[in-house]
């Protein structure tokens, strides 16, 4: 119990300067890293942004905005599919969560039945397997109904693919910012987290709000040919179309500009492959000028071809911001875009049109920023409670224990330095609360030590020899310890499973500082006495044990 | 000698203690019921102070740019929009402010709306050091995770040490663990201190040291009583305790030593917490000694261990 080979004694002190090698980058500030050879590991322990400040943001996906386009799209492509197999219909719209199309001749529904099912897709791919169907088609209540309704899982399935495909898109944005050490993951079923650190001013964090909040979903609608907009309020609606607000203020409030627009679009910004600000050649305004893909430009030059001297809208984010009339076929998928821009928001547009929109609008459900001043702040401070919290630690347990508290505190160092090594190696990010378990975990490293010592000093008195005691300090106390820090492990694997952010990082600096300060007391404590014993054994007959 | 010339360290503790700690045992342990009951009574009634992770709403660290933060001037500049209940208060030093905006009617965007305006109105005397926005679906999300997260530990703290020792021990820790969360949740409705993420963090850590304290007294009964099969089952409790007090007393000293450096030195915002954790530490070794104990003494213990039904102790250790 008390023999230590000589192999183990080298692993022993090996790990320990490896641990140390592992964890000196920390002490050091980046430039000084940068001078080292290259064989030294340089990483440092990640801060987390309550110790070098920047912006946290949360953001929730509107699930059901993604859900309103996917069925609207449904009804677009039933509708192609019924016109293509020549089944007629007379009416085709959405109804609830589900799309609806009535047929002409309610004996088509068999034929009609099959044409739609095509529409089904499965779920998953052919690698991961797949498990189950996106859409359900089934007839309606009345002969010569059909609904179009997505299943559960084509529902996620699609959120999903939103979901990676904005963070994708943030991305892109965020980069196209400049420095760019943002990280962009996705927070549960429908939810994306942006860390930006170092974000100083609020004013930036503004900016990254504005760049990303900015769904700059476009779309080219036909403006209804004969209805006018207040027609439309009075008496219906024509079916398929919608009124939609125009983008540009109103010189009076409640004066603004309405457009009756077809719900369908003709073409959308997905089909956009460049989009730059410019000015505008006579008024020298900022515009947008845009150049479409193939298919876009295909889709475009159909359309305007076809409604020569009628408007259509360019709507942006559910507002229409221009609806020039068209005066002829515009094949090279071309455009500009004029609207109440400035130079910085058409920048920002034409920024966030390149990087593609977003599938839904993205709101904010939780922002936690925290400014540099406060992140140094809180390192200082947390500098100094630990020194100071390892001192008070290190002169009361040598009061105690003697030189045996001596060798504790040697274990204490270690802990410590093992702390940090496996928090750089595995890349745990340090917050504030973290600091604090650490802090605690030195604690608790003693508490360790103080089971062992008392068992020697009971022992003792009991009448034991030196060596059983100490060897019995060992042995009994071992079971103790591990018994009590494996509690204290399970509340701080728990903390880790439910919590967050900083509580995250506490849980994990106090689970890695317990592992560690077990090691501590047990392995480096045991070795320094055993040291001692083999130095003392010679020399006297009745050994005086300094505990 | 090795690295160190040898001395011994200073004893601090009196053996052979035999304070009469049972004897106490229906007192304290009527004593720590009555806490439990008022802890609850004073939650009922007055409530928690939630911060913003688990009430919604946002909260804004502020430091004047030049000299003292004007509270009055804000609360006036402030209340003016109309955003409902805003709280100030002084936070650290003089030149910093906590403004606190109640959660606003409606989505998370009225909740971003809101704080653009306050820091409109604050305007350039000021700086923000902090920020934090928590919308209406996040704030519910982190008020159930925070009880769950609770309610989780000690189910299982009482499943591991049920596992290790007896069942009787895992009742007493159960209960002397009720108790530490009860009291101090109820200290912080008591004095209406904020609580938010960082307390529930502060009680899990209480959990675990608490356990980790009963944990060390029971594995010591459990000894004595094998060792001493036929001494009575309180004075044998007693001696357990007596045995245990100067490790229980030096790692308490310890513990609370770096917490009061934590409390002292580690800034305001950490302030809450180490403060939490500091009476989590007294209650936790508290209610090892007086409510494990004598749970254990009112349940019974089995005191024949000759059957081989014990969990088997590893022996030793090899090196």
Redesign the interface.
């Known amino acids: ?4 080979d000589r192999w ?1 004694i080298i692993s022993i002190i090996g790990t320990c300067l490896l641990g140390l090698l592992i964890a000196l980058p920390n002490f050091f500030s980046k430039e000084t890293l940068a001078g080292w050879p290259d064989y030294l590991p340089k990483r440092q322990m990640p801060l987390g942004l ?1 110790l070098q400040g920047g912006a946290h943001l ?1 953001y ?1 996906m509107d699930t059901a905005e993604l859900k309103k386009d996917w069925l609207l799209s449904l009804k677009d492509d039933a509708r192609k599919q019924l016109r293509d197999a020549k089944i007629g219909f007379s009416a085709a719209g959405v109804q609830g969560d589900a799309a609806q199309v009535r047929l002409v001749k309610p004996e088509d529904s068999a034929k009609a039945l099959v044409e739609l099912k095509k529409l089904i897709q499965p779920v998953g791919n052919a690698i991961l397997g797949t498990s189950g169907f996106n859409v359900a088609v089934a007839e309606g209540t009345e002969p010569g109904t059909f609904t179009l309704k997505p299943t559960d899982q084509g529902v996620q399935e699609r959120v999903q693919s939103a979901i990676t495909a904005a963070i994708d898109t943030i991305g892109r944005r965020v980069n196209g910012l400049g420095v760019s050490e943002a990280t962009v993951v996705q927070q549960g079923r429908d939810r994306i987290l942006i860390q930006y650190p170092g974000l100083a001013e ?1 004013k930036d ?2 900016r990254l ?1 504005d760049l990303v909040g900015k769904t700059a979903k476009l779309t080219f609608h036909e403006v209804h040919p004969s209805t006018t907009v207040a027609d439309a309020k009075s008496s219906r609606i024509p079916l398929g179309y919608k009124i939609a607000q125009s983008a540009e203020k109103a010189d009076e409030p409640g004066s603004e500009r309405d457009y009756l627009i077809n719900e369908s679009v003709i073409v959308s910004g997905e089909d956009l492959v460049d989009a730059q600000p410019s000015f505008d050649q006579q008024t020298n305004a900022p515009i947008i000028s845009f150049r479409f893909n193939q298919s876009g430009a295909v889709k475009f030059g159909d359309y305007t071809s076809k409604h020569i001297g009628e408007p259509f809208a360019a709507v942006l984010d559910d507002k229409v911001v221009t609806a020039p009339r068209i005066i002829s076929a515009i094949r090279d998928g071309s455009g500009q875009i004029t609207g109440n821009f400035t130079v910085e928001s058409a920048n920002e547009l034409a920024l966030q049109l390149r990087s593609g929109s977003l599938p839904a609008k993205l ?9 540099p ?2 992140g140094a ?2 390192i200082a ?2 500098r ?2 630990g020194l ?2 390892l001192a ?2 290190a002169i ?12 504790a505190v ?1 274990g204490l160092l270690v802990h410590g330095i093992m702390v940090a090594a496996l928090m750089t190696l595995v890349g745990t990010t340090l917050t ?2 973290g ?3 650490f ?2 975990t ?3 490293a ?2 360790a030590n ?2 062992i010592y ?1 068992r020697m ?2 022992e003792l ?1 009991a009448g034991k020899t030196p060596i059983a005691a100490i060897d019995s300090g ?3 106390a ?3 310890i591990v ?10 694997i ?2 880790f499973w ?2 967050s952010g ?2 995250r990082g ?2 994990v600096t ?1 689970s890695l500082g317990i592992l560690t300060s077990v090691f501590a007391a047990v392995t480096i404590t ?1 070795l ?1 006495v055993s ?2 014993l ?3 054994k010679p020399r006297s007959r009745t050994l ?1 044990v ?2 | 000698m090795f690295l160190v010339p040898d001395f011994k360290g200073i004893d601090f503790f009196p053996h052979n203690t035999r304070l009469p700690f049972m004897r106490y045992k229906t007192l304290c342990f009527g004593l720590s019921l009555v806490f439990m009951a008022l802890s609850l009574v004073v939650i009922a009634t007055k409530g928690f102070n939630y911060g913003v992770d688990f009430k919604g709403g946002a909260l804004i660290e502020v430091r004047a740019t030049s000299g003292t933060a004007d509270i009055p001037a804000m609360r006036d500049k402030l209340n003016a929009l109309g955003l409902g209940d805003i709280q100030i208060q002084s936070f650290g030093t003089p030149a910093d402010a906590l403004v606190r905006v109640e959660q606003q009617p409606g989505s998370e965007e009225e909740q971003q709306a809101a704080m653009k305006k306050v820091v409109e109105a604050l305007g350039s005397g000021y700086e923000q050091r902090r920020v934090e926005v928590v919308g209406p679906a996040v704030s519910s999300e982190l008020r159930r995770t925070g009880i769950i997260a609770v309610l989780a530990s000690v189910l299982a703290i009482m499943a591991y040490v049920w596992f290790r020792f007896e069942w009787q021990f895992a009742a007493g820790v159960v209960v002397a663990l009720a108790h530490d969360v009860l009291v101090t949740a109820g200290i912080f409705s008591l004095f209406q201190m904020e609580f938010d993420l960082s307390t529930v963090a502060a009680l899990l850590t209480i959990l675990g040291y608490s356990v980790n304290d009963s944990v060390v007294v029971a594995d010591r009964i459990r000894e004595n009583l094998r060792k001493y099969k036929k001494m009575a089952l309180p004075e044998l409790l007693n001696l357990s305790i007596n045995e245990t007090l100067s490790r229980t007393v030096l790692t308490g000293v310890t513990t609370i030593a770096v917490l009061l450096a934590l409390f002292f030195l580690g800034g305001a915002v950490i302030r809450n917490f180490t403060f939490a954790m500091l009476f989590g530490v007294i209650i936790g070794t508290y209610s090892s000694i007086f409510i494990a104990a004598p749970i254990l003494d009112y349940l019974g213990i089995k005191r024949d261990w000759s059957d081989a039904s014990t969990k088997p102790n590893p022996g030793g250790m090899r090196a």
């Open positions: 119990m008390l023999h230590f183990k309550d949360l929730a609020a964090i503004q709000k709101t904010i459900v939780e922002e936690r920023s925290v400014g001043s406060l702040d809180s401070s947390g100094t409670a100071i919290g008070a630690t009361l347990t040598v009061l105690a224990y003697g030189t045996f508290g001596v060798y040697i504030l609360p600091i604090a378990g802090v605690l030195i604690a608790m003693v508490d103080v089971l008392e000093r009971e008195r060992f042995n009994r071992f079971v103790t018994d009590s820090q494996l509690t204290t492990l399970a509340a701080a728990i903390m439910l919590g900083p509580i506490f849980a106090l045991r320094l040291m001692w083999k130095d003392a005086n300094p505990v």
